[in-house]
């Protein structure tokens, strides 16, 4: 089973952000990437940090796996459920929905307390603090 974990960090004082994601194949992780992001909102970040791994997984000729985010709100963005109303949100869903035409992706919803989400959240700290 082929999954996803991605956060992203919104910009700090500095103005830096962050965008980190994990690919995970049968509970190993074999790929992983962070981003420095220059004055980006948290949810653009998470948007970046999403299709940063959706991007990766075609592009290395997966159609079926799940991404897991920890924003409810992106969540609920991709699911349908919320409407986007900032035209850059906008930009990213379409970006990442038009990734998913013919595949077969899942988004899921989980918790900052998952073990993989903590992880993507310290490659973000971790990048910030080197850059």
Not at 38 to 60: G, W
Request: charged content about 25%; overall charge positive; glycine content about 6%.
């Amino acid at each position: 089973m082929i999954e996803s974990y991605s956060d992203g960090s919104g910009k700090n004082p500095l103005g830096k952000g962050a965008a980190s994601f994990l690919i995970v194949k049968d509970k190993t992780i074999i790929h992983q990437e962070s981003f420095i992001l220059k004055d980006k909102t948290n949810n653009e970040a998470e948007y970046v940090a999403l299709y940063s791994a959706v991007k990766y997984l075609v592009d290395q000729g997966y159609d079926t796996f799940t991404c897991y985010v920890d924003s409810e709100l992106i969540y609920k963005q991709l699911i349908g459920d919320y409407k986007i109303n900032v035209p850059e949100l906008i930009m990213w869903n379409n970006r990442i929905k038009d990734l998913w035409t013919g595949k077969a992706i899942n988004f899921q919803w989980v918790p900052r307390t998952n073990v993989y989400i903590k992880q993507v959240d310290g490659l973000n700290r971790r990048i910030m603090r080197i850059t």
